[in-house]
């Protein structure tokens, strides 16, 4: 591994267990692993392997019963919900297998949202839409509602949706499934292009081309890391333009018994 590469995320002995009536159901049991900046791994396994649940996680979606989650040197994992939203914003691009567009709003309108929430003006928002809009193909899909727009084009839009802010990490779960083969090779072609920006990538899924693509793969089962391998190494990004993690001042201010 290149020794450049420094540790960007780190999931220390991460637990996460949901009540259901009498019973404690564990997604998540004592779960440790590093992230390096520019990576781009893949999380295989079963249905209920704890997939989502673990990204969930790492993006403050949901909190761990146990452990820590560190996003370069904070704390993530005990960040209040207001801060957390928004270190997200700032610095992580979700993408979600049901795609989670807000039905009332176009394509365009979806896109810009992130951008609304992170102060940009107007005309940087507009012209930042349109360049996400190319990227995904979906130029002339613009106006579309939700609705009128298939499976495969409305997670081409929560794509540009979490590229919006520009973030160094993206967190992708199974976005590829249920799709057809044409939109499948779409988004598998844009982690391609993910990759080569320098982006840090994790993403859990199934599709054989992603998984090809990955320098790392992680296998779980029963809410456990089984197998961890890495495939490539990761490439040197040196001398690159590469967007960094954003910690805002009233972040940076908290003391430590505060994170």
């Not at 002995?13 to 779960?31: H, P, R």
């Not at 939109?183 to 992603?210: C, M, P, Q, Y």
């Amino acid at each position: 591994m290149n020794l450049k590469n420094e540790k960007l995320i780190r999931c220390i002995n991460l637990k996460k267990e949901y009540e259901l009536g009498d019973y404690i159901i564990s997604a998540i049991d004592d779960v440790s692993f590093e992230v390096y900046k520019h990576d781009f791994i893949a999380i295989e396994g079963p249905s209920g392997a704890g997939k989502t649940t673990l990204l969930h996680l790492i993006a403050g979606l949901e909190k761990p019963t146990q452990g820590e989650i560190y996003i370069e040197w904070v704390r993530t994992s005990d960040l209040g919900e207001e801060f957390m939203t928004l270190f997200r914003i700032l610095n992580i691009g979700f993408i979600f297998q049901s795609f989670n567009l807000i039905s009332s709003l176009t394509a365009e309108e979806n896109i810009e949202f992130p951008m609304q929430l992170a102060g940009f003006e107007e005309q940087v928002r507009k012209e930042r839409v349109k360049q996400l809009l190319n990227k995904v193909k979906l130029i002339e899909r613009n106006e579309h509602l939700p609705i009128q727009l298939s499976a495969g084009e409305q997670q081409r839009v929560g794509i540009a949706r979490a590229l919006a802010n520009d973030p160094s990490i993206i967190l992708a779960d199974e976005p590829t499934a249920n799709l057809d083969k044409k939109n499948s090779e779409i988004i598998a072609n844009l982690f391609n292009e993910l990759r080569d920006e320098g982006k840090t990538i994790i993403v859990s899924t199934h599709d054989e081309r992603i998984l090809n693509s990955a320098y790392r793969i992680i296998s779980m089962e029963d809410g456990k890391i089984i197998k961890d391998t890495r495939i490539k190494e990761i490439p040197n990004f040196e001398g690159k333009i590469i967007k960094e993690i954003q910690i805002p001042e009233s972040i940076k201010s908290l003391s430590s018994n505060e994170l």
